[in-house]
């Protein structure tokens, strides 16, 4: 079974940064492309990046507008998100998830496509 750690997140003021990370059970982690979702209370969860297994391949969601990169250690079993320029609008609980299929694929922000998630790490942005 999979086990998808997230860490990382806290309260920061507007134009601050974080760096979340997220860790992931098994010798499998290379394999899968990994994403970032968040969700803000009273709305739906929603995508806010992927990278590909390899690490070579990135996508983000339009509203990230540059702030936020992407990235994964292979080596260590953990892919991060680093959060920069927050917004009060940031504020959510930001997940990681694990792609249902292994090797290269086309990025998706689809939760349909993604097997296993955390269980989230709260980030609030104060304005």
């Known amino acids: 079974q999979v086990q998808l750690v997230e860490a990382g997140g806290g309260l920061v003021q507007a134009g601050g940064s974080l760096r979340l990370s997220c860790a992931a059970s098994?010798?499998?982690?290379?394999?899968?492309?990994m994403a970032w979702f968040r969700q803000a209370p009273g709305k739906e969860r929603e995508f806010v990046a992927s990278?590909?297994?390899?690490?070579?391949?990135?996508y983000y969601a339009d509203s990230i507008e540059g702030r936020f990169t992407i990235s994964r250690d292979n080596a260590k079993n953990t892919m991060y998100l680093q959060l920069n320029g927050l917004k009060a609008e940031d504020t959510a609980v930001y997940y990681c998830a694990r792609r249902k299929v292994s090797g290269a694929v086309l990025p998706s922000r689809r939760e349909y496509d993604y097997a296993y998630w955390g269980q989230g790490t709260q980030v609030t942005v104060s304005s």
């Open positions: 098994g010798r499998t982690f290379s394999n899968y492309a």
């Open positions: 990278v590909s297994s390899s690490g070579g391949y990135t």
